[in-house]
T-cell receptor, first 114, second 111 residues
Framework: DTAVSQTPKYLVTQMGNDKSIKCEQN?????MYWYKQDSKKFLKIMFS???????INETVPNRFSPKSPDKAHLNLHINSLELGDSAVYFC?????????????FGSGTRLTVV | GENVEQHPSTLSVQEGDSAVIKCTYS??????FPWYKQELGKRPQLIID?????GEKKDQRIAVTLNKTAKHFSLHITETQPEDSAVYFC??????????FGKGTRLSVIA
């Protein structure tokens, strides 16, 4: 059983399009995250949700809108895609608060904007 | 906010040698310091972590040390093997904020 699953694994799309990435965890964790990993491998927090409530929004453009229908799901919708949005997006979850205890990452979604 | 610096950015060692990766953090309130390993094309995976009430932790060939006064922590890998080749990330958090990651170290173990 996959603990944190993301779909799709690859996404190639044109500039200006709108796309969504889905994430689901079956670990019973309360907190979920979106991280962006750029071409230099830097992992940067985008959003943090605790039990469906937005906790952190790290100066991400408002073209990015997360949605958490329940604590097991955290989706990411991106409007008006730009070339600079190309990256690998990782969903993650954790049990004990935001920063304590290990994160379990999804397998990532490689987004390419052309 | 927290800032985590990681060095070196690349590291090559001969198989069987030791590897050391160092990180510094800026927020003295940070109290949780995990290390993640990311193989090519894969997800980051937790390999070891340490909390601020402990100075050292060991798990087989991997150890982590923490110096709270100097605000730095290190990962030590002994008897390196080719399968240790990966990108390693340190991270820090004060428990009520998401993990802030260092920029990663690409470790190459040469057989």
């Amino acid at each position: 059983d996959t603990a944190v699953s993301q779909t799709p694994k690859y996404l190639v799309t044109q500039m200006g399009n709108d796309k969504s990435i889905k994430c689901e965890q079956n670990l019973g964790h309360d907190t979920m995250y979106w991280y962006k990993q750029d071409s230099k491998k830097f992992l940067k927090i985008m959003f943090s949700y605790n039990n469906k409530e937005l906790i952190i929004n790290e100066t991400v453009p408002n073209r990015f809108s997360p949605k958490s229908p329940d604590k097991a799901h955290l989706n990411l919708h991106i409007n008006s895609l730009e070339l600079g949005d190309s990256a690998v997006y990782f969903c993650a979850s954790s049990q004990a608060g935001q920063g304590v205890g290990g994160y379990t990452f999804g397998s990532g979604t490689r987004l390419t904007v052309v | 906010g927290e800032n985590v610096e990681q060095h070196p950015s690349t590291l090559s060692v001969q198989e069987g040698d030791s590897a050391v990766i160092k990180c510094t953090y800026s927020d003295s309130a940070s109290n949780y310091f995990p290390w993640y390993k990311q193989e090519l094309g894969k997800r980051p995976q937790l390999i070891i972590d340490i909390r601020s009430n402990v100075g050292e932790k060991k798990d087989q060939r991997i150890a982590v040390t923490l110096n709270k006064t100097a605000k730095h922590f290190s990962l030590h890998i002994t008897e390196t093997q080719p399968e240790d080749s990966a990108v390693y990330f340190c991270a820090a958090s004060k428990g009520n904020t998401p993990l802030v990651f260092g920029k990663g170290t690409r470790l190459s173990v040469i057989a």
